[in-house]
């Protein structure tokens, strides 16, 4: 009975290990659109909801799909203000 626990329990630290590594990989891949993103924030280009929504993109692992909708909400403040 021991054993068994005690094996469930290094499969829970290895899983643990393996989700820390994953999200660290993510976020790696998504520093630069999330850095831009705060940038963007913070001088008014674009509202907190589109902040939001682009930031849980890019750390799902759209990194691209990000990229683009951020473009697409500058672009389109952009043509409002012309």
């Given at each position: 009975m021991t054993e068994n626990l005690k094996r469930r329990a290094e499969e829970m630290e290895k899983r643990q290990e393996m989700d820390a590594r994953e999200d660290a990989s993510r976020y790696l891949k998504a520093r630069l659109i999330l850095s831009d993103l705060r940038e963007k924030l913070r001088f008014g280009k674009i509202t907190?909801?589109?902040?939001?929504?682009?930031?849980?993109?890019?750390?799902?692992?759209?990194?691209?799909?990000?990229?683009?909708?951020?473009?697409?909400?500058?672009?389109?403040?952009?043509?409002?203000?012309?």
């Open positions: 907190w909801q589109q902040y939001s929504t682009l930031r849980g993109q890019a750390l799902a692992g759209d990194v691209d799909g990000a990229v683009k909708g951020l473009a697409r909400v500058l672009r389109k403040r952009w043509e409002e203000e012309a």
